[in-house]
């Protein structure tokens, strides 16, 4: 297999480039090629002789994905079905607002966590993305953008946290100044509360953003929504995020999906306000987007407008997701789902309201 072009550091390709007979200057036209133009192929680089071109593409991968499918709503959020060299596929979303624009990633194929309300994890873990996979999720994005991001989160499908070292590697190209450099401040990884993952992760030092999905404010409840192989009890999840704050001084986030005579109580509510105090975090609603072949369903407007309110008047931070994907319809995961399923396309994603 070829050497993926997109990971491999300056001097790494300044060694290459000697091996054959090129100048060393070469190194940082073809990575600004990569990671400031987002080529996807060497005849791209139209600063690099032929000769070169032809050598770079015999032994350098320059496109680890390819897209697939693609669907655009009228809000101009846009999903893609990436394909992978093995026949596998992930999704990627751009999510764009008045404000910012927002790419949301995956880091594995499949889900090994299986969350019973959500698509990505129907069908089971397939593998792990490698780093040039997450970075070549990151890039298509940006080549249909045209430019860097405002903001990244690891949400897509897969427990990020679960596929640690890739993960760290796509990261720390995305924010090394002499490559991609972004600020990690605006990158934000979401777990599902994998408690070895997130004290390494406050290990790192880095002030990249950790959300933690909690679903319910108790262990009975969380019980009911993950299964138990990798579900780990609150008050774990609580100290490894303090564990995460006093380490990189960052807030958490808990995300929370609400649904429908689940989790969407006022003693809930309650219950999370008290969790959410006591870890200083801020919280993050997540109205459920129903999945075919689920009993879930989404709270009324007025239920999640409590919800909040009683969080709100426990001086809790809150935000609620709203929906972004006017026009098409299926969940985050639902895509790669249907695809496999029968080849059918949809979209509806969501975005923080601030
Ligand atoms: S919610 Fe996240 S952790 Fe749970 S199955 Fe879906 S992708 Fe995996």
């Known amino acids: 297999m070829k050497t993926p072009l997109n990971t491999v550091p300056e001097v790494e390709l300044v060694e290459w480039l000697k091996s054959v007979g090129q100048p060393q200057y070469r190194a940082k036209q073809i ?24 050598a770079l593409d015999g032994e350098f991968e320059l496109s680890c994905c390819h897209v697939l499918e ?6 101009g959020t846009e999903k893609f079905l990436l394909g992978l060299h093995d026949g596998g ?20 194929v499949g889900c090994p966590v299986g969350c019973l309300f959500c698509a990505s994890g129907k069908g089971g873990f397939v593998r792990n993305l490698d780093a040039s996979e997450i970075l070549g999720e990151f890039f298509i994005c940006c080549r249909r953008l045209g430019h860097l991001p405002d903001n990244i989160v690891f949400m897509g499908t897969g427990e990020p946290l679960m596929n640690y070292s890739n993960l760290i590697s796509a990261m720390t190209v995305i ?14 990884v979401s ?6 993952g997130i004290r390494k992760f406050a ?59 689940v989790n969407d109580s006022q003693e809930d509510a309650m219950k999370l306000a008290k969790i959410a105090s006591e870890c200083s975090a801020k919280v993050n609603l997540i109205p459920l987007n129903p999945v075919e072949k689920t009993s879930f369903s989404r709270p009324d407007s007025s239920q999640i407008l409590k919800f909040e309110s009683m969080l709100r008047s ?31 396309l949809g979209l509806k994603c969501w975005e923080s309201k601030r």
């Not at 693609?70 to 809000?75: E, I, L, T, Y």
Request: charged share 25%.
């Open 31 to 54: 990575l600004s090629w990569i990671h400031g133009k987002f080529a996807i192929s060497a005849d791209e680089m139209k600063n690099i002789p032929a000769s070169l071109r032809a």
């Open 314 to 344: 426990r001086e809790i931070p809150v935000t609620v997701r709203i929906e972004k994907g006017d026009n098409i319809d299926a969940a985050c995961g639902q895509l790669r789902i249907s695809h496999l399923d029968s080849k059918v």
């Open 203 to 261: 290990d790192e030092g880095r002030p990249w953003n950790l959300a933690v999905s909690l679903h319910s404010p108790t262990d009975k409840g969380r019980a009911l929504l993950i299964p138990d192989k990798h579900r780990y009890p609150l008050e774990e999840i609580c100290e490894a995020c303090g564990y995460y704050f006093k380490a990189t001084g960052r807030i958490v986030t808990f995300e929370y999906t609400l649904i429908k005579g």
């Open 89 to 108: 596929c992930v999704e990627c979303v751009i999510i764009p607002s008045r404000e910012r624009t927002t790419f949301c990633l995956s880091t594995q």
């Open 191 to 196: 777990t599902s509360g994998f408690v070895p």
């Open 175 to 188: 924010c090394d100044e002499k490559r991609v450099g972004m600020s990690p401040r605006r990158i934000t």
């Open 70 to 75: 693609s669907s655009r709503a009228g809000d």
